[in-house]
């Protein structure tokens, strides 16, 4: 592959209906480039398939539920199919959800963990043939989460550990093989799973506060584009207030989990005495 995957490449991109992903696809949408759209909402693939082909490249929609164990051999299935090659894999598909350990279902449990980590692991098992074949690159979006608790959101924190050092770990197995992976940490991010911080049980200065913190999902998507032409394997901050937000934490640590007990102890129900 060349150092520049959005121009004559073939790329597999996942959760690619709405916030990062959305954008991740209009980033490589470029003339020449082939790019298999992956989500479970059909009309918002289609609706972005025809943006992406406005742009001059080719789409390929696969509306798929990721949670299904055959979900990945189908995505490099199709994609050889159709364009004989894998250049870059993007592994953008997750989800969290605000609860408590203790009050998940099973059900629950299982489906964050077969979205964000066996997805990804699957995936990337089934395509690494092809990205051998083409010394291309593996780009996993993980989170901030990864490094730092996130309290009532423990299982997407640990999903995002998960990703974290599958990456750390692969790396050395990728080793002479041509293949780049990186993963890469984005912070808060101004989508639908940010609204939440309006109902935060903070003071209004320390929430507005925090908001110089959240990123765009355009800016991450383009600074995904830009991550994919290192030729070396890392994980990497997407963005300067992804960085500045994981360091706030760690340099602030006594005050950022006083904060966080607050926080855990406003949002969970009162147990009757």
């Known amino acids: 592959m060349n150092n520049n995957p959005s121009s004559s ?47 001059g490249a080719q789409p390929l929609v696969l509306a798929l539920d990721l949670a299904e164990p055959s979900a990945s051999e189908l995505i490099v299935k199709e994609t050889i199919k159709n364009f004989g090659r894998i250049d870059l894999l993007i592994n953008n598909a997750g989800f969290g959800q605000q609860m408590l350990v203790e009050e998940t279902s099973d059900d629950s449990l299982r489906k964050i963990f077969e979205v964000n980590v066996f997805a990804t692991i699957n995936t990337t098992k089934k395509a690494l043939p092809y ?33 974290v050092g599958f990456g750390k770990s692969l790396r050395f197995e990728l080793i002479d093989s041509g293949v780049t992976i990186l993963t890469v940490c984005p912070g808060p ?26 990123d765009t999902p355009e800016c991450i998507a383009q600074n995904i584009a830009r991550f994919s032409c290192r030729t070396k394997s890392a994980v990497l901050y997407a963005s300067l207030r992804s960085r500045l ?26 147990t009757p005495k």
């Open 9 to 55: 490449s073939v790329i597999i991109l996942t959760g690619a209906s709405s916030g990062i992903g959305y954008y991740t696809a209009l980033a490589f949408a470029k003339p020449g480039s082939k790019i298999v759209l992956v989500a479970r909402r059909r009309e918002r693939l289609d609706e972005l398939a025809k943006k992406v082909e406005e742009k």
């Open 131 to 163: 990205l051998r074949e083409s010394k291309g690159c593996i780009i996993n979006v993980a989170s901030v989460a990864g490094f730092t608790p996130m309290p009532l959101h423990t299982l997407y924190s640990a999903t995002k550990h998960a990703l």
């Open 189 to 214: 991010v101004a989508t639908e799973f940010m609204d939440s911080l309006e109902g935060l049980p903070f003071p209004k200065w320390l929430l507005k506060w925090g908001k110089l913190f959240i």
């Open 245 to 270: 937000s994981s360091l706030g934490y760690h340099f602030c640590r006594p005050i950022a989990d006083q904060l966080y007990f607050l926080y855990v102890r406003k949002m969970r129900p009162k």
